[in-house]
């Protein structure tokens, strides 16, 4: 009886060695997202606001020029 419960304990303890040989080597994957530049989108927004301010500034101050 004490051989079998050897044999069962070294079985056990390969698969659990083959087990977490196997976990440690999953792959892993990365996922990398180059950023997004819009720069040119923000930039014309903001030259249409100051369009806009200096046409009202305009409107209001005709004699500024």
């Known amino acids: 009886m004490t051989r079998?419960?050897?044999r069962r304990t070294v079985a056990l303890l390969g698969v659990a060695a083959?087990?977490?040989g196997a976990a440690a080597c999953t792959p892993t994957v990365r996922l990398q997202v180059d950023p997004i530049q819009i720069n040119a989108k923000l930039d014309a927004d903001i030259r249409v606001r100051l369009d806009r301010e200096?046409?009202?500034l305009l409107?209001?101050?005709?004699?500024?020029f």
């Not at 409107?59 to 500024?64: F, H, K, M, T």
């Open 18 to 20: 083959m087990a977490m």
């Open 54 to 56: 200096l046409q009202n």
């Open 4 to 6: 079998t419960k050897s």
């Open 59 to 64: 409107a209001e101050n005709p004699n500024l």
